[in-house]
């Protein structure tokens, strides 16, 4: 029965062929833009490591120390800490799986100095960093705790940067220059690109992700400057390196993972308790200080990952898909209105309202259908053109599978639901009406 | 024909109401059309205006090109001399000095400077800072409008020791903000500790020119302090004759390894670039916005005259009926004309409240800014004249059907 309603539905979508034709650019129009938007804004809102999010938490720390909120908005706490902070919850808590950070770069040469050196960003973090964000090593390990402790010239590198500069192979125990000094590469990343770069938001979510991870601890003695953004609230005198580890300068990002709740409170008390220890320092020096935790949608979120062009854009795709479908009603009414001596006859010779209405319904989904397949095609050429036009597009411009089959999902759904008027309309006329000669 | 006008508004009104669902559907179109129409023109116009403003900078005649040393061996300072020199050489280029941070590039350093020693009751405005030798201003394309520009001798080289130069040049935003309408030359500004504070006196002033941040409020005010440092990575700005820019940028690398080849040259990157680059989000909003605009008023248009047809066809008889009792074209004509016209005023009507309604969404959620009227009633107009445009093709063919219909059984 649902093939022969099919084919009436193709048969009578053909007869009407300018209509049709019209009611399927309105819905590919429609489905089109709607689905350029909602891809951007889908792809954008993106959290790469869902399936930890809530064992994973980014610290913030309120340590600004006079009551105005230098550039931030009332109440938001800064984004990044101090150096200072960083090590000292390290030292703190020598058994918890933190991993404090920040975005540096380096020349790279092979030992030789034979190949042209290029410059690569990189991560200075702790050793736990792999294992936060369940990077997998395809040889070696992480570096050793004494790394993390006394600073070492070792190098994690990601398996993209091991083809690049040797080709691929195991080439652990092999030494490579960052910069002028010789490093010994201890571990070899699958490469991990996620988009948005969470951890770290700050010169924008999709930045390009660092592949050479090397210990904090050699930030103070190898004076490894930042790459990333420096905040500053306090006017101190910063003449070096040392002065800016030691200083009110807010240059590091910060994350935990925390198993459990109890971990949780746990850690969340331990930092209450170092904050005022902090205040007899004269730090925090606000009634407000305090910490946050926020697990990675939360951080996301915070940081505004997704944007509201993204989302107004979203809105008005919507609408504007709303107008194509009510100017679909239209035109399904008249068509089903024009059409009604014939549905008239057919009710006469024995069909029911229900099967008239589940006709006319099945007519207005294959117009749904192929309005979606060509909203489709359209919503693809479109991001392409994004892709082309505009830089970094690349990941975010593109379908994922999620969006593929909303597009012809969201379609059928939406035509299917303007044309609940219409067929019902249709289906209500007296047949007696229509039979009278004309 | 106008005379007429009023005495058929009654059937047609009565015409509309018996023919309910079509009728309310076009103004619910009409009234979406409104609302998106108007909010997305007000949001295109908002944005094109930011992206047209002044920059104040010779946008096609810069390029800036980062070098990256890590050879300690290397003096930094003397050779970033030495290569800006030698650039300036190359012939097309106009000027060129190493510098911190580039205007529209988008990232770059702002400090808060201020008009008294002291913290403690003094003004402060945060800034973009730029700090270069006595070629920046002519590096960026800048003259002074007030005063003198900065000089050889004002140069200060920070080899380990930081410390403020005497002097500093300022634009007028900044000017205005610490000073109000005061000459700024001549003025002292302050940044850092208060106990080791030095004045700077302000000696030169710039119109005006954006920073690097171009959405953001302190992106008209800059300071330029002659100040070279130690750093290993440095940005070269060139400027250069328009012409000669594409070639003089490609061969930027070869030379300056040519002059020092222990260090990484990043890809010269030029000022057209990274001001479409920083404007991105305001060409793909507007880009989509007027995509949308324009499709939704054509399928509107589409909608308008659809259903007119549909209206003509299904009311055959009525109209030979009235032709055969003497009604001219002209009034068939009208009669449609009249009828449109009218479902789109209660489509206007309707469409603005929700016009409003949808802007004082957008406000609240995203801070976008008051509706100006003009948009909507720009919009109005525009809807009307569409309706009637479209309405008037099938009202046309209306005036074909014979009278000969009126007398036609059934």
């Known amino acids: 029965m649902f093939i022969y309603y099919l084919q009436m539905a193709m048969k009578s979508l053909l007869k009407t062929k300018v209509t049709s034709a019209l009611m399927i650019i309105a819905i590919a129009c429609g489905i089109g833009i709607s689905m350029t938007a909602l891809t951007l804004n889908h792809m954008t809102d993106n959290n790469p490591i869902a399936h930890k999010n809530d064992q994973l938490f980014s610290l913030q720390l309120m340590t600004i120390g006079r009551e105005d909120t230098y550039w931030f908005e009332d109440g938001r ?136 991870f090397v210990p904090l601890s050699l930030s103070p003695i190898m004076e490894i400057g930042s790459w990333g953004n420096n905040n500053g609230w306090k006017d101190e005198s910063i003449n070096n390196h040392q002065d800016k580890l030691q200083s009110e300068i807010m240059w590091l990002q910060f994350w935990a993972q925390l198993d459990t709740k109890e971990e949780k409170e746990a850690f969340e008390q331990y930092l209450t308790g170092y904050i005022s220890e902090q205040k007899k320092l004269g730090r925090f020096n606000r009634d407000d200080a305090g910490a946050a935790l926020s697990n990675v949608q939360q951080w996301l979120d915070l940081n505004n990952v997704v944007g509201d062009d993204s989302s107004v854009l979203v809105g008005v795709s919507f609408m504007f898909l709303a107008v194509c479908l009510v100017n679909t009603i239209g035109l399904l009414l008249a068509k089903f209105l024009r059409s009604a001596p014939e549905v008239g006859v057919r009710r006469a010779l024995g069909a029911s309202k229900g099967q008239v209405f589940i006709q006319h319904l099945i007519e207005v989904g294959l117009l749904g259908f192929i309005g979606g397949l060509l909203g489709l095609v359209m919503a693809n050429l479109g991001l392409y053109m994004l892709r082309n036009e505009f830089n970094g597009f690349n990941v975010v411009a593109t379908m994922d599978l999620t969006m593929l089959f909303a597009a012809p999902v969201i379609a059928i759904l939406a035509t299917t639901l303007a044309g609940l008027y219409p067929a019902w309309r249709v289906c209500t006329t007296l047949p007696s009406v229509h039979l009278k000669t004309q | 024909m106008f005379t007429m006008i009023p005495t058929q508004i009654g059937p047609i009104f009565s015409a509309m109401m018996r023919n309910k669902g079509s009728v309310s559907l076009i103004i619910i179109q009409i009234a979406l059309t409104l609302a998106i129409v108007s909010n997305a023109t007000f949001i295109i116009s908002e944005r094109i205006a930011m992206m047209q403003r002044d920059t104040g900078l010779p946008v096609e005649e810069i390029f800036s090109v980062n070098s990256f040393f890590f050879d300690e061996n290397i003096d930094s300072i003397d050779q970033i001399t030495l290569d800006a020199q030698r650039i300036r050489e190359i012939p097309g280029v106009i000027s060129a000095t190493a510098i911190n941070q580039v205007p529209l590039s ?77 000459n700024a030359i001549g003025q002292y500004v302050y940044t850092g500790p208060a106990d080791t504070a030095e004045p700077i006196e302000i000696v030169g002033v710039v119109e005006q020119m954006q920073g690097s941040w171009v959405h953001s409020d302190i992106v008209e005010k800059n300071i330029f302090l002659p100040i070279v440092e130690e750093w290993n990575s440095f940005t070269l700005v060139v400027r250069a004759e328009q012409s000669a820019l594409d070639s003089i940028a490609l061969d930027i690398e070869e030379t300056l390894l040519g002059l020092e080849k222990n260090r990484v040259i990043g890809e010269p990157r030029t000022m057209e670039n990274m001001k479409k680059s920083s404007y991105q989000r305001d060409r793909l909003m507007t880009n989509m916005l007027m995509i949308i605009v324009f499709v939704l008023i054509f399928i509107t248009a589409l909608g308008i005259a659809g259903v007119s047809i549909f209206n003509v066809n299904r009311r055959r008889k009525q109209i030979g009926t009235r032709r055969a009792l003497g009604a001219s074209k002209g009034n068939i004509v009208s009669y449609f004309m009249t009828e449109s016209a009218l479902i789109a005023i209660v489509g206007i009507g309707l469409g603005s409240i929700l016009t409003f309604g949808l802007n004082s969404f957008l406000m609240k959620q995203f801070s976008t800014s008051s509706l100006s009227l003009d948009y909507v009633i720009f919009t109005m107009v525009g809807i009307v004249v569409i309706s009637q445009i479209s309405a008037f093709w099938p009202a046309k063919k209306a005036t074909h059907i014979s009278p000969a219909i009126a007398t036609r059984s059934a």
Request: proline fraction near 4%; charged fraction near 25%.
């Open chain 2, 106 to 182: 988008g990232s770059g350093d702002s400090w808060g400077i201020r008009d008294k020693r002291e913290t403690q009751g003094a003004k402060v405005a945060y800034t973009g800072v730029y700090r270069g030798d006595e070629h920046t201003l002519s590096a960026l394309g800048q003259k002074v409008s007030q005063g003198r520009d900065l000089n050889t001798d004002d140069v200060i080289f920070w080899r380990g020791n930081v410390q403020m130069p005497k002097v500093a040049v300022v634009t007028k935003a900044l000017a205005e903000e610490l000073f109000g309408d005061k």
């Open chain 1, 77 to 212: 706490y800064p984004y990044q800490i101090t150096y200072q902070d960083a090590t000292n919850i390290v030292r703190d808590n020598p058994d918890m799986k933190l991993a404090p950070m920040y975005k540096s770069g380096f020349a790279v040469r092979n030992e030789a100095q034979t190949s042209k050196p290029f410059l690569n960003s990189a991560r200075l973090t702790s050793r736990h960093f792999f294992s936060l964000f369940d990077m997998p090593f395809l040889y070696g390990s992480t570096w050793s705790k004494k790394a993390d402790k006394d600073g070492a010239n070792v190098v994690v590198i990601s398996d993209e940067m091991n083809t690049k500069i040797f080709g691929g192979g195991d080439n652990t125990n092999k030494q490579i220059y960052l910069d002028n000094t010789l490093f010994t590469i201890v571990g070899i990343t699958k490469t991990w690109k996620p988009a948005p770069k969470f951890y770290d938001v700050n010169n924008g979510p999709f930045q390009k992700v660092e592949q050479f």
